[in-house]
């Protein structure tokens, strides 16, 4: 505490995930900016204005199978097929007593008919005229205009996330152009003596720098534009100016290693000067030190070096702090899946754990494992993993056939 400066604080008492959370996000405001793009540009983007749709979706009542528009009130008496009406091109007459139109799935219901006799149902005779198997109920394989949005309804709105079904909906309205939140610009650096760029030999004592590779690729997946900042020594006055280089092109600064109870003092008296930052011990495992606070104009994380910590602690602060920023609406973390454990876990009680795990899809239903060792270095249970079990401080050893909850890293979309 020492070297603490003003608007420095080294919490002496472990915080807890979710209070950890609750105060990045707090502090962790959207941007305002905002841009119109085109839609195709638009995945992955944060929508910065409500979609009322435009009209009608569906414009028109249409088919829902391929078969017969007919009258229902005409039962099942034999009709003459008077036309047809297919996708992009409807018939234009009207459907009369005992007549019906040949229709395909997608196409206009021709006037006068009120229901279409699914063709399965329908025994076709050699002069152009069918009997119906089954009595057809008025509005029968008919899909109803307005029946997915009707005209000035809320389509989404604004702080949506836009995922390829959003996309689609948006494009089923004709919607070419939309106003989205600016991108949120991360940079990030590897803090490290020892680290060393892929490629070369390393000597003893040296390792690559893996993080540098796993934080672009949780950058990308959300989206933001990532300005790499590369390694730097460990050494106060090239981080210092790193960080104050970042903090002035940046919204969010991302550093990983030097957060450590051995390096923590050294660089609080250090980023004292730049802002105020938080030096966290959270009660979580991995992932004990994090930094967090604000950087000038930036928000600032200094995450854990570990691999892995660095990685669950992305998840579980960064991400959702960027995802608020980013403009999207809550939530901002993943929901929490409660399932059976396949086999027992250890744990000693005291700190959260978020053990890495697999998901097992048994005859009994899904389950979820572990992954064989979970020290925080070990990178490969973390490549194996498709999902995060979390277990509550307070916890001790957890049973095979118990509820944990699960956080799925793989997603769909
Ligand atoms: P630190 O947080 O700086 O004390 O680092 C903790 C551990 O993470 C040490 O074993 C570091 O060598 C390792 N580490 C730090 N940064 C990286 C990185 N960028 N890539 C891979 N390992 C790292
Ligand atoms: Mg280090």
Redesign the pocket.
């Known amino acids: 505490m020492a070297h603490c400066c003003s608007g420095n604080e080294r919490d002496s008492l472990a915080k807890s995930v979710t209070d950890a959370r609750d105060a990045i996000l707090a502090a962790s405001l959207p941007v305002q900016g905002t841009e119109n793009v085109h839609l195709g540009n638009a995945l992955g983007r944060v929508l910065a204005m409500d979609i009322h749709a435009p009209a009608d979706v569906p414009a028109w009542s249409n088919s829902a199978m391929d078969g017969y528009a007919l009258r229902s009130m005409d039962d099942d008496a034999i009709r003459r097929i008077i036309g047809q009406s297919f996708a992009g091109h409807p018939f234009k007459g009207r459907v009369g007593a005992d007549e019906c139109v040949r229709i395909m799935t997608g196409a206009v219901v021709p006037e006068g008919a009120d229901a279409v006799l699914v063709q399965e149902e329908a025994e076709v005779h050699a002069d152009r005229k069918i009997t119906p198997q089954t009595v057809s109920k008025a509005g029968a394989n008919i899909r109803q205009p307005g029946e997915d949005l009707q005209a000035g309804a809320l389509a989404l709105e604004a702080g949506t996330w836009l995922r390829p079904a959003q996309i689609g909906l948006l494009a089923s309205l004709g919607i070419a152009e939309l106003a989205v939140y600016r991108r949120l610009r991360v940079a990030f650096i ?3 003596d ?2 060393r760029p892929l490629g070369g030999a390393l000597a003893p004592g040296q ?6 590779y796993a934080l672009h690729g949780m950058l990308e997946r959300l989206d933001c534009e990532i300005l790499d900042l590369g ?1 730097i020594a ?1 050494d106060p006055e090239s981080i210092e100016a790193a960080l104050h280089s970042a903090a002035t092109v940046a919204d969010v600064v991302i550093s ?5 109870v ?2 923590a003092d050294y660089i609080a008296a250090l980023l004292g000067r730049l802002g105020t930052i938080h030096f966290w011990k959270i009660n979580m495992k991995p992932g004990r ?1 994090l930094a967090f606070g604000q950087l000038g104009n930036a928000t600032f994380f200094g995450l ?4 892995v ?2 990685m669950v602690t992305f998840y579980q602060f960064a991400r959702p702090s960027i995802l608020k920023r980013m403009g999207k609406a809550a939530p901002w973390t993943p929901p929490l899946l409660q399932l059976p454990l396949a086999q027992d876990l250890q744990k000693k009680p005291g700190r959260t754990d978020f053990q890495r795990g697999h998901l097992l899809q048994t005859p009994a239903g899904l389950q979820v494992a572990g992954i064989g060792q979970q020290a ?2 070990i990178m490969s249970g973390m490549a194996h993993a498709d999902c995060l079990i979390i277990l509550a401080a307070e916890a001790g050893h957890a049973k095979a056939g118990s509820l944990v909850d699960v956080q799925i890293l793989e997603g769909l979309v």
Do not use: K, M, Q
Not at 207 to 212: A, E, G, L, T
Not at 304 to 307: C, I, L, M, R, V
């Open positions: 590897s803090t490290g020892e680290l390792i690559y720098d893996s993080n540098r390694r460990d990983t290693g030097g957060v450590s051995g390096d030190p854990p070096g570990n691999p910590s660095a925080s270095h």
